[in-house]
């Protein structure tokens, strides 16, 4: 699961989110049932609610592990090759730029 790519891994965050909120949601509407076998549900329902958002702090804290990451790899190669990197810039600039007047 932890080999998806960046909008994969915002995508399923952003579900996992809206379960959480669906199920804070759900709780709420059947506070008003009693019985065992409510209450048991309600149980279920909480404690799954915990390990999903354990989980969405876990994929977040890996996204921003991810992030920090490339973002030293980056840094680092723009040190050891700072030439390369304006000409890759530049490049990068002259084709916006292109792209941009065409409009």
């Not at 199920?23 to 009693?34: G, I, P, Q």
């Not at 409510?38 to 804290?61: H, P």
């Not at 996204?63 to 490339?70: E, N, S």
């Amino acid at each position: 699961m932890f080999e998806t790519t960046a909008p994969q891994r915002e995508k399923l965050m952003a579900d996992l989110r809206q379960v959480i909120a669906d199920t804070e949601e759900l709780l709420r509407m059947s506070a008003s049932e009693v019985g065992d076998s409510a209450a048991e549900v309600r149980g279920r329902i909480q404690s799954r609610l915990q390990a999903a958002r354990v989980e969405l702090g876990e994929l977040q804290e890996l996204a921003l592990t991810h992030a920090k990451a490339a973002g030293q790899a980056t840094d680092a190669y723009v040190h050891e090759n700072p030439w390369k990197s304006i000409g890759i810039a530049a490049a990068v600039g002259v084709i916006v730029g292109l792209l941009i007047t065409r409009r």
